[in-house]
T-cell receptor, first 119, second 109 residues
Framework: DTGVSQDPRHKITKRGQNVTFRCDPI?????LYWYRQTLGQGPEFLTY????????KSRLLSDRFSAERPKGSFSTLEIQRTEQGDSAMYLC?????????????????FGPGTRLTVL | GQNIDQPTEMTATEGAIVQINCTYQ??????LFWYQQHAGEAPTFLSY????GLEEKGRFSSFLSRSKGYSYLLLKELQMKDSASYLC??????????FGTGTLLAVQP
């Protein structure tokens, strides 16, 4: 399987615990994105890497959240001191960088997500 | 800022045609995307429009008018498996996708 993979698929934790999720992008993709999705909503952007550089972080990403992509391949998203409001699906996506019609083409391929439940 | 609007729910009949509309306001346009998402699954890419006009891809077509900030997704010959959420997303100036809330399409026999 050469798609985006995420681990774990499901995580149940108690409030106050730390959790870490992993994303393995499509191997030739240099861009990696994290999104969060709650029921009935579209995915919300959290952060974005180009290779190992974290180029943008959403205001949604409080100081309890940290993401890394140390070698420009897989990425981790850590949530410290989890809160019940952190319960959501955490989606990872990757994309190549390229051009179509002279415009940066940004088709993103999503992984299956990690569903986090904070009790 | 950026704002994406699309209807929350739609219902259509198997074999029919349905059009899902999307309006957007953006500070830096970088293309308009449509994704399909089945319940409990990840979004999958359907189409991308950066220039005005209609892009056809099998049973699915997508239209863009940049001057009106408007797009639609047209689904023909509806099948039961097309029941899903359809997400409109603005590519934005900084490569992230800004999604609408999604339109939940129910295809009935």
């Amino acid at each position: 399987d050469t798609g985006v993979s995420q681990d774990p698929r499901h995580k149940i934790t108690k409030r106050g615990q730390n959790v870490t999720f992993r994303c393995d992008p499509i191997s030739e993709h240099n861009r990696l994105y994290w999104y969060r999705q709650t029921l009935g909503q579209g995915p919300e952007f959290l952060t974005y890497f180009q290779n190992e550089a974290q180029l943008e972080k959403s205001r949604l990403l409080s100081d309890r959240f940290s993401a890394e992509r140390p070698k420009g391949s897989f990425s981790t998203l850590e949530i410290q001191r989890t809160e019940q409001g952190d319960s959501a699906m955490y989606l990872c996506a990757s994309s190549p960088s390229g051009l179509a019609g002279g415009v940066s083409y940004n088709e993103q391929f999503f992984g299956p997500g990690t569903r986090l439940t904070v009790l | 800022g950026q704002n994406i609007d699309q209807p929350t729910e739609m219902t259509a009949t198997e074999g029919a045609i349905v059009q899902i509309n999307c309006t957007y306001q953006t500070s830096g346009f970088n293309g308009l995307f449509w994704y399909q998402q089945h319940a409990g699954e990840a979004p999958t890419f359907l189409s991308y429009n950066v220039l005005d006009g209609l892009e056809e891809k099998g049973r699915f077509s997508s239209f863009l008018s940049r001057s009106k900030g408007y797009s639609y997704l047209l689904l023909k010959e509806l099948q039961m498996k097309d029941s899903a959420s359809y997400l409109c997303a603005d590519g934005g100036a900084t490569n992230k996708l800004i999604f609408g809330t999604g339109t939940l399409l129910a295809v009935q026999p």
